[in-house]
């Protein structure tokens, strides 16, 4: 089930370079939204919506949270947008992260602008997930307060070592499965990134969910426009990131 | 209220709007919206013989007012489409325009034979499309092969023949000719037009595929003018559409020439773009004491 309609930002925040963060009021919206599904959002100039993973939800509220980066035109106007004005949002799209029981454990992966959704599944689980983000350097850093007020359990990398520690996420993964291996890995970055914890978790016998990206027209399924190869029983195919995802199984993907 | 309704070769609609083929699916995705019911009509995804993979990503790209397309006509072929999304589609209260695309004049004469007996109400043959590297295009862009095809499949089949074009031709009113002389019943017009958008970073292409094809507002003024060339060139039915995104747009379209018409890639920006078209055609013809829309078909008067 989605809606679309007309949503009013109540907060805005600047959260690092190029990166806002808007939390909206969308009561209708709100109440059908799990984690890892997106919202589609118009920009008034651009003809094709914007598709934004959902960071944060509060079910009591009727708000959600979406944090995103300038890539481009149009989410540059999409930052411009102020407290008080509406957007037009259809969601909630997609299929979200399968959740496990709230006791088991977990680690998410989030590398870059891909760490939002994170904040969504590893609120879920509380003091049992374990939240690994990564950043290009410091002033890109995001979330890592929101982590911990949520109980999560932090570890920030940073590639040059401006902030945490000095590495990729990967690496951290890897020492945290020599301690503990977990019930589920859920990731969200650049495909380089998700590609190697897809692999890292096939090598422990983890599961695995990954949330991705393309290009995307319709949001809904009918286009057929955001394909990624999909592979079941042995047989490829195109699936579609907006209806078959953003969050697929790691091995169901051919990255 | 006003009387939307129209005859569209012998086929009865409620209203003159049809959602796209390619645009809309087989009218699974937006009935958390609104029933499918509202609609006149659905022409359907692009079905081919066996199911088609399409095209690898990226398959779209924005434009200025429009979007690029390289999808490729991915489907789960004619076999999928009978048992699973027709009967879907006979719930409700709509035309079903089935549009079909084959590889080779063959194919496209099995697939129509495949159709003979169901409820479908229409055939809309692609010969238009640019995304497939055999047939599609290239039957559309060839007078000759445009009128064989027509002709095999004129003969395969019991239900009106609409034969969708492509605007990718020197003359489309040739091509409009040739395929009407074949037989077809009517023809819809336009398909998308090739384009190609590249990223200055990367210098690549945006789409995978290099090229795709352009739909959206962008295209509207083109489309509004093989609709009327080619309305004044024929004396069977014209389906118009490319780049329709408002009820204005419809009119406009119908002005020039076309029956009924369809609309497509503007439902990616407002999903209710079909209802609001609908809603804004009654509110339109009650202001202008238009009766029956079919009453402005063709009534632009040319300088």
């Known amino acids: ?255 | 209220m006003a009387d939307l309704s129209v005859k569209f070769c012998g086929v009865d609609m409620k209203n003159p709007l049809i959602t796209a083929s390619g645009a809309y699916g087989y009218g699974r995705e937006y009935t958390d919206l609104y029933s499918l019911s509202k609609i006149g009509g659905i022409s359907t995804k692009g079905t081919t013989l066996y199911e088609k993979d399409g095209n690898p990503p990226p398959r779209i790209a924005e434009t200025p007012c429009g979007m690029l397309n390289s999808v490729g006509l991915q489907n789960g072929g004619i076999k999928k489409f009978l048992a699973y999304e027709l009967p879907n589609l006979e719930k409700n209260n709509l035309a079903v325009v089935a549009n079909v695309a084959g590889g080779t004049i063959e194919e496209c004469v099995e697939l129509v034979s495949m159709l003979e007996g169901t409820s479908v109400n229409i055939i809309e043959l692609n010969i238009s499309c640019p995304n497939v590297k055999q047939g599609g295009a290239a039957f559309g862009t060839n007078k000759d092969c445009a009128a064989e095809i027509t002709k095999a499949v004129k003969n395969a089949t019991s239900k009106p023949l609409m034969v969708k074009l492509s605007p990718n031709v020197t003359s489309i009113v040739d091509i409009a000719k040739a395929v009407e002389a074949e037989g077809a019943d009517a023809i819809s017009l336009i398909n998308t037009l090739l384009g190609m958008r590249i990223d200055i970073k990367s210098r690549r292409p945006i789409l995978k595929n290099n090229v795709g094809g352009l739909s959206g507002p962008a295209v509207f003024p083109i489309a509004v003018r093989m609709v009327w060339q080619v309305a004044n060139a024929v004396d069977i039915p014209v389906c118009g559409m490319g780049g329709i995104s408002c009820a204005e747009d419809a009119i406009e379209m119908m002005m020039a020439g076309a029956e009924c018409f369809q609309i497509g890639a503007v439902m990616f920006n407002d999903p209710y773009a079909p209802v609001k078209i609908i809603d804004g055609l009654n509110e339109w013809c009650d202001k202008n004491g238009v009766k029956n829309i079919s009453e402005i078909v063709g009534t632009v008067k040319p300088w």
Do not use: W
């Not at chain 1, 495909?191 to 991705?212: D, H, P, T, W």
């Open chain 1, 1 to 255: 089930m989605y809606t679309q309609g007309m949503y009013e930002i109540i907060k805005k925040e600047q959260i690092a370079e190029d990166t806002f963060d808007l939390t909206l009021s969308c009561r209708d919206l709100c109440d059908l939204v799990n984690p890892g599904q997106f919202v589609h959002i118009s920009v008034p100039g651009f003809f094709l919506r914007r598709p934004i993973s959902i960071c944060g939800i509060d079910k009591d509220s009727g708000t959600i949270r979406i944090v995103f980066q300038i890539k481009g035109k149009g989410t540059d106007a999409l930052s411009k947008f102020e407290v008080g004005e509406q957007l037009d949002m259809l969601g909630p799209l997609g299929i979200g992260f399968k959740l496990l029981e709230s006791d088991k454990k977990v680690i998410t992966v989030g590398g870059g602008i891909g760490t939002p959704p994170m904040l969504a599944v590893a609120k879920y689980y509380g003091k049992n997930a374990t939240a690994i983000s990564g950043f290009r350097t410091k002033d890109l850093v995001i979330l890592q307060d929101d982590f911990k007020a949520q109980n999560n359990k932090t570890i920030l990398c940073t590639d040059d070592g401006t902030a945490g520690e000095k590495g990729f996420v990967t690496d951290a993964l890897a020492r945290c499965l020599k301690e503990e291996k977990p019930d589920m890995i859920y990731a969200c970055g650049p495909v380089v990134m998700l590609k190697a914890v897809s692999e890292i978790a096939r090598n422990n016998e983890i599961s695995c969910q990954i949330s991705l990206e393309e290009r995307m027209a319709c949001g809904v399924g009918a286009c057929l426009g955001c394909a990624v190869k999909m592979t079941r029983g042995g047989r490829e195919f195109y699936g579609h990131v907006c209806k078959n995802g953003p969050v697929f199984d790691s091995k169901e993907v051919v990255l």
